[in-house]
């Protein structure tokens, strides 16, 4: 998935029983933007880091030449019809050459503020791009509908959102 992921492994000989977290230190061979996936933040652009390893658990960083920017979702339709595709393009700010995937978790919300199962996904962007397909269904609910993407990482989050309009006396439903 990323071009130089790297592993370090905390294996211990012996007393491997439950106890404190123990003091490491990650090295990295130049200077990178850091992001604690289980902190949920960015730790700056570090040449070095120290951590805390707890026994059986592991610590989960991301460690990149660029530091990630802000993330973007643009709809296709604001106004979608029943029978309709929203296209919804998401676009993070990282450099156009990066060849590092990046995941965002999407979720769907409906105008009463429910979260459909369908509408919860991870979507993985190519070179900082991605999209995601949302059908407007006859049986959608009127009203404004939300998609919302976060970066894994950084937490960097954005939201768009499009509206259905009840349907006119006459029309499908």
């Known amino acids: 998935l990323y071009r130089q992921m790297q592993c370090a492994w905390f294996s211990p000989k012996s007393g491997t029983a439950a106890g404190e977290p123990v003091p490491a230190r990650l090295t990295f061979a130049a200077p990178r933007h850091v992001y604690d996936l289980r902190?949920?933040?960015?730790?700056?652009?570090?040449?070095?880091?120290d951590a805390r390893l707890a026994w059986g658990r592991a610590n989960f960083y991301l460690a990149l030449p660029y530091k990630i920017d802000s993330l973007h979702i643009n709809v296709s339709n604001?106004?979608?019809?029943?029978?309709?595709?929203?296209?919804?393009?998401?676009?993070?700010?990282?450099?156009?050459?990066?060849?590092?995937?990046?995941?965002?978790?999407?979720?769907?919300?409906?105008p009463q503020g429910g979260q459909p199962l369908w509408g919860q996904q991870v979507v993985l962007l190519e070179r900082g791009t991605g999209q995601i397909q949302v059908p407007i269904a006859y049986n959608d609910s009127p009203g404004t509908w939300r998609i919302r993407a976060t970066e894994l990482f950084s937490q960097q989050s954005a939201e768009a959102v499009w509206t259905i309009r009840a349907p006119s006396t006459g029309e499908r439903r």
């Open 39 to 49: 902190a949920r933040k960015y730790l700056g652009q570090v040449a070095q880091l």
């Open 78 to 110: 604001d106004s979608p019809t029943a029978g309709d595709t929203v296209s919804a393009s998401i676009r993070l700010g990282i450099p156009a050459d990066a060849p590092e995937r990046h995941a965002v978790a999407v979720e769907i919300v409906d």
